[in-house]
């Protein structure tokens, strides 16, 4: 049986990533419904937050043969009334007989009881099928249940001696079309954007989503700023200004404060982190109960540095160009003081790497300290 629950949870899998671009902060979910003797007669998945569960579709789909039959889930069902009702409600109704699911929902307010709420009204519960992999899927939703912090990626296009600019400053293009919408589409999937000023001083870029894959046309724009150097007139600020959220220190400049504000951006002032910069600790605590709970970085280097070394990025999605820039001053994808040993580095594991027309594309997960 074991073979069976493991190709229809991958099957399961498969429709989960139809909500890839509008579940967040919701766990992307998957559902397959058997009948009695087995014939998948329904399917369904989470398509956005707000919407029905995954089950619900699939129920909705077969449930005139739903009864005795077999659901199963990429995550434990929940029994908490939230935007929507209650899961195992409907699957109690239905009259299912076995549920099958990968991990338990680590939300709070399900965490176990729907499996306990399912097992007490007699419905047998199989756990952990393909756990690792619907973990994976909703690594960010995990992270962000678990910490209360959202989930970092640190995206970077770079040269294959690790620059993101050449000397000088330009980096247009060093990675390929296909590479760069790639990292749109990344942009469609995370709650926020964030870059360092640096970054908005060199490129002044809009920091938009481009590719229409998320429902939800609004983008949470952050931009580090220590000591508020944003130009009031930047290009970010001219279309929803009110999705700019700008972090600087304790006792900025109040005339550039203002500035800013009159353009419609919102300043926070945070903490100093003990090296004269930005307390990233208390940006994401900002972040996460603000509509936040993953947060895509675009560089640069200083950032990229500042989240490493401070433990708080999660993974890495590098686009590797088969071209080499050179020079000591050319902006490295991390910069900062550097560490001063193999051993105190952060250690990552690869978790995807692979051919992008002629770029390579690798994405790693930092180790858990
Ligand atoms: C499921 N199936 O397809 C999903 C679940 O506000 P709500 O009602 O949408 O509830 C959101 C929570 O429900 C979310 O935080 C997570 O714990 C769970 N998501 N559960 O049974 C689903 N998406
Ligand atoms: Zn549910």
């Given at each position: 049986m074991t073979d069976r629950w493991v190709a229809l949870m991958r099957q399961a899998l498969e429709l989960a990533e139809r909500g890839r671009y509008g579940t967040s902060p919701n766990p992307m979910v998957g559902a397959v419904l058997l009948s009695r003797?087995?014939?998948?007669v329904g399917t369904g998945a989470h398509l956005r937050c707000g919407g029905p569960h995954a089950e619900i579709f699939a129920l909705q789909e077969g449930a005139a043969q739903a009864a005795g039959g077999t659901m199963v889930v990429t995550l434990e069902p929940c029994v908490h009334q939230g935007?929507?009702?209650?899961c195992v409600g409907a699957i109690l109704a239905a009259g299912i007989a076995r549920v099958v699911i990968g991990p338990r929902d680590p939300n709070p307010l399900v965490n176990g009881s729907g499996v306990e709420a399912l097992r007490t009204a007699g419905v047998e519960v199989v756990e952990g099928v393909e756990e690792e992999a619907c973990r994976q899927l909703n690594r960010r939703f995990f992270h962000w249940i678990a910490t209360g912090s959202p989930y970092v990626r640190l995206k970077m296009a770079m040269?294959?001696?690790?620059?993101?600019?050449?000397?000088?400053?330009?980096?247009?293009?060093?990675?390929s079309e296909a590479s760069r919408r790639e990292g749109y589409a990344l942009r469609e999937e995370y709650d926020a954007l964030m870059v360092g000023v640096n970054t908005v001083l060199a490129d002044?870029?809009?920091?938009?989503?481009?590719?229409?894959?998320?429902?939800?046309?609004h983008l949470l724009r952050v931009v580090l700023d220590t000591s508020l150097?944003?130009?009031?007139?930047?290009?970010?600020?001219?279309?929803?200004?009110?999705?700019v959220v700008i972090f600087c220190r304790e006792g900025s400049p109040a005339d550039r404060r203002k500035e800013l504000e009159g353009r419609g951006a919102t300043v926070v002032e945070v903490g100093d982190?003990?090296?004269?910069?930005?307390d990233l600790r208390q940006v994401l605590r900002w972040l996460a109960p603000h509509g936040a709970s993953s947060v895509l970085v675009e560089g640069g280097g200083e950032v990229h540095w500042s989240l490493l070394r401070e433990g708080l990025a999660q993974s890495v999605h590098a686009f590797v160009a088969p071209l080499v820039l050179g020079g000591r001053e050319a902006t490295p994808a991390v910069g900062g003081a550097?560490?001063?040993s193999p051993q105190e580095g952060v250690r990552l594991r690869f978790v995807e790497v692979r051919r992008l027309e002629e770029d390579l594309v690798l994405i790693a997960e930092v180790e858990r300290v």
């Open positions: 003797n087995g014939d998948v935007r929507t009702p209650p040269t294959l001696d690790g620059k993101l600019a050449a000397r000088g400053g330009r980096s247009r293009w060093i990675t002044d870029p809009r920091l938009v989503r481009h590719l229409a894959l998320n429902p939800d046309p150097r944003t130009p009031p007139e930047a290009v970010l600020l001219e279309r929803d200004p009110q999705d982190d003990g090296r004269g910069q930005c550097g560490f001063a």
